[in-house]
């Protein structure tokens, strides 16, 4: 119903931005609640940003400040700009979702923070 293509993952300097983009095929795309999280191989995965079909935006504490969620609904896209990047956002990331029953993730994107 849903399928997920992410793009805009690199390498970057610390300090540098990037933004990433979660490009959504299917129905009903303004009615769902979307977000990213990311995850460093061997650990735990983290919420990092999160956007509701009203365009109310969560961040976690991690990121505040520096990342920024949004969404285009005429594109069926939506977005995580990051600023002022360091080594620790290093990860990989993976945009997702949310219709009714199902959550439907992206492929990934690595994200390396490094001189």
């Known amino acids: 119903q849903v399928q997920l293509v992410e793009s805009g993952g690199g390498l970057v300097q610390p300090g540098g931005s990037l933004r990433l983009s979660c490009a959504a095929s299917?129905?009903?795309?303004?009615?769902?609640?979307m977000g990213w999280y990311r995850q460093v191989g061997g650990k735990q995965r983290e919420l990092v940003a999160t956007?509701?079909?009203?365009?109310?935006?969560n961040y976690a504490d991690s990121v505040k400040g520096r990342f920024a969620i949004s969404r285009d609904n005429a594109k069926n896209m939506f977005y995580l700009q990051m600023i002022s990047l360091k080594p620790e956002d290093t990860a990989a990331y993976f945009c997702?979702?949310?219709?009714?029953?199902?959550?439907?993730w992206g492929q990934g994107t690595q994200v390396t923070v490094s001189s």
């Open positions: 299917g129905s009903i795309f303004s009615s769902y609640a």
């Open positions: 956007i509701t079909n009203m365009g109310r935006t």
């Open positions: 997702y979702v949310d219709v009714p029953s199902m959550r439907y």
